[in-house]
């Protein structure tokens, strides 16, 4: 295809945002394109796109609206759910957020004795965790060296554990990130960290120097003993996986401070505007989720690999896990019916270039093909002269690999070349041979800043939005996630319980059995 049309790259790339999209290397010609965005025409992605701007209840099954677009309106303009502006309260809880964090970051907020803050303990899980866990770990060239982040999700006790162990008391703030404040990993681990400081401190007066909560649920943050002013707040119309732009993000404007966080917030308002405004045809993330339902529904691919080959990014494929399979992992379409279609694919990933080392040659020679999204900085966080040109080197290479492959007369030539006999070059060619055609997307962007960030991560989650629109789901609810939760009750009784029963199924009863023993 590119022999044949040398234009194929100008056609099938774009640019705005700061990031540089080139999707030419998919199985895909102008028609198909045209027919994808005929389809997602067909399925009114640009009504439901007004509709979720427009702050109508699209999340049905929780009757909520989905705003997080509401939370990075630089442009102010009204946004309003139940007739009501969410603007100035989303502009409210941005000031305090800013003058907390500039506090913390000054020194001019201090511990109980009086210390500097030096250790930022996040403990919170899912969205409450991942989002700003991938975005301070991605700006930490932008974080000054006396400030170290910590994030504590597992309900594993060494988790909280190995961060306690590593920082001093009086010079710890944590923040509880719950938006139900219910989950009992993070108040477990919140009641964890607050015996520990109780331990160390022995005064109830010290908590409000070292505690602070962000979450809707006002009243269960006040019994945990958060005092108000600093009880950071958002609201129901934002949903967990999409949280990261809200009071959730109080960790991250720590670490980059209230002018970085709201670079963050205008890229991710570019991105919105784009989404918004631009024809389908040109708008990167109707492509991209285009592109998608293109190798789901009609290859019958299910899986979508995420490369960053940025170190700094390394934890975009897990943000990305939450954001995309808790979205569309469902089966159950708007209307309550069985789909009889594929929906969301497995989402994952690694940073590039140890994916090169684990996983990538199951992409290059394996059964199926697997569409990979390649994502760099052009240029550099860290002055390391002779590392980048490689890093790039290896971007560009592997997406070129999987598309040209290595044909069986190309590795015959080689072999030959390199001297070796007929029968031998016959042995090996086999397993030199790359099939290619394997698709992928390339994104770029000049520096990875909170700006650029900010949009990529906008441009994600518009690519869940298109594709969960086509697929007829409500993108924005996670019914599935809370079955294991009332099981874990249910077994955690029963673990626990003189009297345990044998409700369960032979192997769940059994490995009961065997657990009580330890416990
Ligand atoms: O994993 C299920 C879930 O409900 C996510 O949607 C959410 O991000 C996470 O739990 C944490 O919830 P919360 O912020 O209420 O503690």
Avoid at 118 to 144: E, R, T
Avoid at 230 to 239: C, I, K, T
Avoid at 242 to 258: F, H, K, N, T
Wanted: charged share 20%.
């Amino acid at each position: 295809m590119f022999a044949e049309d040398p234009k194929r790259f100008q056609r099938f790339s774009i640019e705005d945002c700061g990031l540089f999209l080139d999707y030419s290397k998919n199985r895909v010609t102008d028609e198909t394109m045209a027919l994808l965005m005929n389809l997602a025409r067909a399925r009114d992605v640009e009504g439901w796109r007004a509709r979720m701007f427009n702050g109508e209840k699209i999340n049905t099954t929780e009757d909520r609206a989905v705003l997080h677009v509401a939370l990075r309106n630089r442009a102010n303009t009204p946004i309003e759910v139940d007739g009501q502006d969410v603007m100035p309260d989303v502009n409210r809880v941005l000031e305090r957020m800013g003058s907390f964090a500039e506090s913390v970051r000054s020194g001019h907020w201090t511990g109980t004795t009086g210390k500097r803050i030096k250790d930022i303990v996040n403990i919170g899980i899912g969205g409450s965790d991942l989002g700003p866990k991938m975005v301070c770990k991605a700006m930490q060239a932008h974080i000054p060296a006396h400030l170290r982040l910590h994030f504590v999700s597992n309900v594993d006790g060494a988790h909280i554990a190995q961060v306690l162990n590593g920082v001093d008391w009086e010079t710890t703030l944590f923040i509880v990130c719950s938006k139900t404040f219910t989950t009992q990993e993070t108040m477990l681990n919140a009641h964890a960290a607050r015996k520990w400081f109780m331990d160390h401190c022995g005064d109830e007066a010290g908590i409000p120097k070292h505690f602070v909560a962000t979450t809707t649920n006002v009243k269960k943050a006040a019994e945990f003993g958060i005092p108000a002013e600093n009880l950071f707040e958002f609201w129901d119309w934002v949903g967990g996986r999409y949280s990261l732009w809200s009071a959730v993000g109080l960790s991250i404007m720590l670490a980059i401070g209230s002018g970085g966080f709201a670079q963050l917030l205008s890229g991710a308002h570019e991105m919105d505007k784009h989404f918004r405004t631009e024809p389908l045809e040109r708008n990167m993330p109707v492509i991209l989720g285009m592109l998608g339902i293109w190798y789901n529904n009609f290859y019958g691919v299910h899986t979508h690999a995420i490369l960053p080959y940025s170190q700094e990014l390394r934890l975009f494929p897990d943000y990305l896990q939450q954001g995309d399979m808790e979205s569309n992992g469902k089966s159950a379409d708007r209307n309550g019916r069985a789909v009889d279609y594929d929906t969301g694919p497995v989402i994952w990933g690694k940073a590039g270039t140890d994916c090169q080392h684990s996983f990538l040659e199951l992409l290059h020679q394996g059964t199926q093909f697997i569409p990979a999204d390649f994502i760099a900085s052009a240029r550099p966080s860290y002055p390391e002269p002779a590392q980048h040109p490689v890093l790039m080197a290896n971007y560009i290479a592997q997406t070129e690999a999987l598309m040209t492959g290595r044909q069986e007369s190309e590795v015959r030539a080689e072999l030959k070349a390199k001297g070796l006999a007929e029968d031998a070059v016959d042995a090996l060619t086999p397993h030199k041979i790359h099939p290619g055609n394997r698709p992928t997307n390339t994104i770029l962007f000049d520096r990875l800043t909170p700006k650029t960030l900010g949009a990529l991560v906008a441009l994600y989650e518009h690519k869940i939005f298109v594709q969960g629109i086509c697929w007829n789901l409500n993108s924005y609810d996670q019914w599935g996630v809370e079955l294991g939760k009332t099981l874990a009750g249910a077994v955690l009784k029963d673990l626990q319980s003189d009297t345990p029963g044998e409700a369960h199924d032979a192997s769940t009863n059994g490995l009961i059995a065997r657990l009580r023993k330890t416990l």
